[in-house]
Structures are given as structure tokens and as C-alpha cells.
């Protein structure tokens, strides 16, 4: 990618803090609807996408629904509710319609550069999840967006799905399986920078690399006045409009704000690590993203889970989350982050979470202590085969999931991904994790909705909104057919389709 490491810009329209999948998607969007923009990105590493964004630090599964049992929840009655699903679908179909656009208009390299088919399964084991699977397969193939959601307790139909997985295992354990042929595994890394690509061609736009944010304060004229600074040299931007898109970096950057909206929230980090085979005669055997269901007193995003990978044209196979406890913000950040963010405004949400949470602390503190022979002992559950010496560790990104105030405990841990923006607009920042950048494209039109109201309103931002995203303005989750179309043609011009 071409280098722009000085920062040039003095007053922008839209200063975009963090150079991952949100910003640079946010920042693309506003180029397409306004070329004349002005726009400084600010990025703390030598490069963009290298944090969250980046392949290996993510499991590059496109949160679809189809294979996360913890999108859906079970009632009382034993049947499931797939309301989450079934809006976290609609949300990365929202995805693959701008990318298609990007494609079909020459601003994206061919599909294959960034995404590829790779089928999503739910696989578990035990009379009751059998049960748990079988309600929710009936729940959600009723619904069009998951009419083509295949379920099976067929021995031999689960070993033509996943061999590794099926290969000498009990006999006598109930087994089912579902399995969706369109689901993908996504290379978020190449998608932002490629975007960040397309970024720096255009007018108005600079890229500032190591670059970080040390202050941000709103000015009278309702500006902001941000001061960064860049290999020790200091210097201040002012901007209309700032977006802090910084992953687990975004809080900090939110209480340096001081905005009414920012109090009360705190961040709980949690790291990642996963097991990694590339030896192709295992690698080979293996065409899926297989999830199981999340032990007891884990956290959603450690819902184990056996995937192919495609990072760069090189297949591998990927196992865990296996979840840590660390009190960095970033994967490159300070052991002193988690201390720093505490507030008189968030520290009662923060020690009730604490208090409440002593399971998901113990749990957490569980993994890190782990061997790389307990770490296979649970890919073995999958994989009843591996062998130790086949598999080994890679660390993941940094999350940081969110805290914030609850009337009725003090304070509760949340485990998605939320946009918070100010009452005018002027500043907007994500916080949160999964189902994340599977979700960026409709969660950033959103912060266009509420910090851009006139623009989008305007007959010409309504004719380019519908261009990028044909179904802008309606709803996937109500209106089945035009989900349907969408879906059609985003599968087509992807590659997505099973052959």
C-alpha cells in the first residue's frame, strides 16, 4: 500500500481514528456520496488493518447466524428464539451488497482476494444439544434467510461434511449436525486495505501513520480540536466530525472526549489465542467452519469452533478462541490500559460486573493457565485424532467487551458491538466485539444516519445509498422476497454460490 506518513491536513471535514475495517468502510462510504470531503485517517501502527482487522486476529467467519448457536437463545419451552440471528443475518447481507458494489465497480480486487465459500456448521454432541439443535434447525429453516439450513444425525452424511471431525469417533454418542453451503470465510485485513487503497487515490484524503491521539476537545464553534501526535512531533487538527473506530482503543479515546454519552461505560478486555494446523494432508480434509456450543460459564465470543482459513491464498485450519484475561485495551497495547479507563462515572458499573462475573473471571484465568496438551485435549472433542506436534499457538486480537450502567445490578457486561454517538452528531465511536466487521457496513450507515441526517435525507445521498446498497430503506428482516433478491445476486457476483 502506498504510504502517506506525514500529517498534511490542518482542518478536515472528518477526522477517522483507527485505520481497521470500520473506519476505512466509513470512510469509503463518504467518498462515494461526497467526493469533496475532506478527510484525515490517523493510525497508531506503521500500517492499517493490523489490530482486529487483521487475518489472524479474528476467526474471519462472515457472521451470518447459520452455524453461532449463541445468536439464538432457547425459551422456557424448549423451542429457540432466533430474532438476533435473524437480524445479524440482514446485517451481513447489508455487507455483501456494498461489497459487491465495490467489486462490480472496479474499486475492490476479484472476490477471491477477499472472500471465499466456505460452508457453516453447527456440530454438537449429547442428547440434550442434539435436542438444542434439532428445535432450533426446525425454528430457523421455517425462515426464508435460512430455508437452505440442512440438519443431520447421519453418521455418514456428518463424515462426508467433515471427515477430521467424524474420523474414530464414539459410536455411541448422539450426534447432529447442521450445515448452510453459502457461508464465508471473509479476510477483513484485505478488505480494509484495500479500501484504504482506494482512499488514497482520491482527493482530499490523507493517511497519518504512528500516529496517535493525545487529546480531543470540543471547541465553541461545536468543532473538535484534536491534538495527535506523530514520532514525538506534536500538532493539532481540528474537525467537523470525528469517528473513533480505534477497536478496543475507542473507550479511552471516548472518556478523553468527555461527552455526556461516554459516562458510565467501562471495558472488560479479553484475549484470544488459537491452536493452527497448515500441514496440507490434514488441511485438505477440511472444508468448513464447524461451531460446537460454548462450555458452561464461557463467554460467547470463546464458542469453540474448527475452521478452514484462507488468509492470502494459504489454507490452514484454525481451533479455540481459548480466552485470556489481559488488562490491555490492544494486542499492542499497555499492560495499565484497564486501570486508566476507571472513572468515578464507570467504577460502580465496572465493580458490579466484576462482582457478578466471578464464574466468567474464573473461567477466563482457567484458560490462560492451560498446556498446549489441555488446549489439544479440547481440540480433540473436534477432532478426536489431532496430534499435539500437528498444532500450534497463535495469538489473536485484543477485545474489549463493553460495561455499562443497569438499573436493576449496578452495571452489565455486554458481548456485541454498539455505536454511540453524540446529540449533534459531531462525534461518533464503536465499541464492542462480535458479530463486529461481519456487521460494519450496516452498523457505519447507521452513524451516517445519526451524525449526517441532512445529507442522507437528501434526494442525492438517497439514489447513491440505494446504489451501493440496493435494499437501503427497507427491511431485510421484514421483507423476505427483496432479502431473497439480494441475496441472489451478492452470491453471484462474490463467487459465493456452491458449485
Not at 37 to 55: F, P, Q
Not at 245 to 268: N, T
Not at 367 to 385: G, T
Not at 393 to 404: C, D, E, H, M, N
Request: glycine content about 8%; aromatic content about 8%.
Amino acid at each position: 500500500m502506498t504510504r502517506r506518513n506525514h500529517m498534511t491536513s490542518n482542518s478536515v471535514d472528518v477526522l477517522l481514528v483507527g485505520g481497521g475495517a470500520m473506519s476505512t468502510t466509513l470512510g469509503v462510504l463518504l467518498k462515494q456520496l461526497d467526493p469533496n470531503i475532506t478527510m484525515l485517517m490517523v493510525e497508531r501502527l506503521d500500517s492499517i488493518a493490523k489490530e482486529s482487522t487483521d487475518g489472524w486476529n479474528n476467526a474471519g467467519t462472515g457472521h451470518a447466524a447459520y452455524c453461532e448457536l449463541n445468536y439464538t437463545s432457547e425459551n422456557d419451552d424448549g423451542s429457540v428464539n432466533i430474532d438476533k440471528a435473524v437480524s445479524i443475518n440482514s446485517a451481513f447481507e447489508v455487507s455483501l451488497q456494498f461489497w459487491s458494489y465495490l467489486v462490480e465497480k472496479g474499486l475492490m480486487p476479484a472476490p477471491q482476494e477477499f472472500i471465499r465459500r466456505v460452508p457453516h456448521q453447527s456440530f454438537v454432541w449429547g442428547e440434550r444439544n442434539v435436542n438444542m439443535l434439532k428445535a432450533r434447525h426446525a425454528a430457523m429453516s421455517a425462515h426464508p434467510a435460512f430455508r437452505e439450513m440442512q440438519y443431520t444425525e447421519d453418521r455418514e452424511k456428518m463424515a462426508e461434511w467433515m471427515p477430521l471431525v467424524m474420523k474414530n469417533r464414539d459410536h455411541s454418542e448422539p450426534l447432529a449436525a447442521t450445515r448452510v453451503e453459502h457461508g464465508a470465510d471473509v479476510n477483513f485485513g484485505a478488505i480494509a486495505r484495500n479500501m484504504g487503497q482506494y482512499l488514497l487515490g482520491q482527493e482530499h484524503f490523507d493517511l497519518s501513520l504512528k500516529t496517535e491521539v493525545i487529546a480531543l476537545k470540543k471547541r465553541s464553534d461545536g468543532r473538535w480540536s484534536v491534538e495527535l501526535e506523530q514520532n514525538g512531533t506534536r500538532k493539532t487538527v481540528d474537525a467537523k466530525f470525528v469517528f473513533l473506530g480505534a477497536g478496543g482503543g475507542a473507550l479511552p479515546l471516548l472518556q478523553k472526549a468527555e461527552v455526556e454519552e461516554s459516562k458510565g461505560y467501562g471495558g472488560f478486555p479479553v484475549s484470544g489465542q488459537w491452536l493452527v494446523c497448515d500441514k496440507p494432508e490434514l488441511v485438505e480434509q477440511h472444508f468448513a467452519k464447524v461451531y460446537g456450543a460454548a462450555p458452561i460459564g464461557a463467554p460467547p465470543m470463546s464458542v469453540p469452533h474448527l475452521d478452514t482459513r484462507i488468509i492470502d491464498g494459504k489454507k490452514a485450519i484454525l481451533f479455540g478462541p481459548f480466552a485470556g484475561f489481559t488488562t490491555k485495551f490492544l494486542k499492542t497495547g499497555s499492560f495499565f490500559d484497564l486501570p486508566k479507563s476507571v472513572r468515578f462515572d464507570n467504577i460502580k458499573p465496572m465493580l458490579s460486573v466484576g462482582k457478578n462475573n466471578m464464574d466468567l473471571t474464573r473461567y477466563l484465568i482457567s484458560e490462560v493457565m492451560q498446556s498446549h496438551k489441555d488446549r489439544c485435549n479440547s481440540l480433540r472433542q473436534f477432532y478426536p485424532d489431532a496430534k499435539d506436534e500437528d498444532w500450534e499457538l497463535a495469538y489473536a486480537g485484543q477485545r474489549v467487551q463493553i460495561i455499562k450502567k443497569d438499573e436493576k445490578t449496578g452495571g452489565k457486561l455486554e458481548f456485541g458491538t454498539e455505536a454511540i454517538a453524540t446529540a449533534d452528531g459531531s462525534l461518533a465511536a464503536l465499541l464492542g466485539a462480535s458479530p463486529g466487521a461481519s456487521t460494519t457496513v450496516n452498523t457505519m450507515i447507521g452513524i451516517l444516519e445519526r451524525c449526517f441526517p441532512e445529507q442522507v435525507a437528501s434526494s442525492e445521498w438517497q439514489e447513491k445509498m440505494k446504489t451501493m446498497v440496493p435494499s437501503y430503506g427497507q427491511s431485510l428482516v421484514k421483507n423476505t422476497d427483496l432479502l431473497l433478491s439480494v441475496r441472489e445476486h451478492t452470491l453471484t457476483t462474490l463467487h459465493l454460490k456452491p458449485e
